[in-house]
T-cell receptor, first 120, second 112 residues
Framework: AQKITQTQPGMFVQEKEAVTLDCTYD???????LFWYKQPSSGEMIFLIY??????QNATEGRYSLNFQKARKSANLVISASQLGDSAMYFC?????????????????FGKGTKLSVIP | DSGVTQTPKHLITATGQRVTLRCSPR?????VYWYQQSLDQGLQFLIQ???????AKGNILERFSAQQFPDLHSELNLSSLELGDSALYFC???????????FGSGTRLTVV
């Protein structure tokens, strides 16, 4: 089974509107972290937002917020007031394992991504 | 500038050749992770080093190897290159394992 599933290969959103990018995950660990990255056409990977499995509040970073529903194992990214510069690939990723336990390698597992296009 | 430096940015080489990709992590970061991004496989974890020691291996081919040097920079060596090795190779670093991954801008490898 895939550990990270992004079911939307492509999305369109009107400029200034909000958009939600879906991400579901699969892990048996109690401690894990969820990340969203943006990859513009230039190729670099830009960190957007992080949610820890024990965080009680949904993470927010400027126009980005993470809708974390632990029981449903979903971590959707919400982008408010979309801008043309938001057009890019968006990747959801997960880090598994208890931090600072020395037991894990903590690599990120990525989903296949969602291509977001913002329409003027 | 993310603080993680990858060189070269672009590399074109022939099948059967060997190349070395270099990564300088963000100042103070002890962990280095290598990822491969290809159209068919997506982003795949290859290998991780922590303070000079190999910590974990992912989907890394036997033709590939890596190391982290005392100054914490890392090199990924790819040998006997095949057309399918064409991809974008990323290095990421983190100060503490599991936190604050910062990615470099990647090395785009084209094997012809």
């Amino acid at each position: 089974a895939q550990k990270i599933t992004q079911t939307q290969p492509g999305m369109f959103v009107q400029e200034k509107e909000a958009v939600t990018l879906d991400c579901t995950y699969d892990t048996s660990d109690q401690s894990y972290g969820l990340f969203w990255y943006k990859q513009p056409s230039s190729g670099e990977m830009i960190f957007l937002i992080y949610q820890g499995s024990y965080d009680e509040q949904n993470a927010t970073e400027g126009r980005y917020s993470l809708n974390f529903q632990k029981a449903r194992k979903s971590a959707n990214l919400v982008i408010s007031a979309s801008q043309l510069g938001d057009s890019a690939m968006y990747f959801c990723a997960m880090r598994e394992g208890q931090l600072y336990s020395g037991a894990g390698s903590y690599q990120l597992t990525f989903g296949k991504g969602t291509k977001l296009s913002v329409i003027p | 500038d993310s603080g993680v430096t990858q060189t070269p940015k672009h590399l074109i080489t022939a099948t059967g050749q060997r190349v070395t990709l270099r990564c300088s992590p963000r100042s103070g970061d002890l962990s280095v992770y290598w990822y491969q991004q290809s159209l068919d496989q997506g982003l795949q974890f290859l290998i991780q080093y922590y303070n000079g020691e190999e910590r974990a291996k992912g989907n890394i081919l036997e033709r590939f190897s890596a190391q982290q040097f005392p100054d914490l920079h890392s090199e990924l060596n790819l040998s006997s290159l095949e057309l399918g090795d064409s991809a974008l190779y990323f290095c990421a670093s983190s100060a503490y394992e599991g936190h604050g991954y910062t990615f470099g801008s990647g090395t785009r490898l084209t094997v012809v």
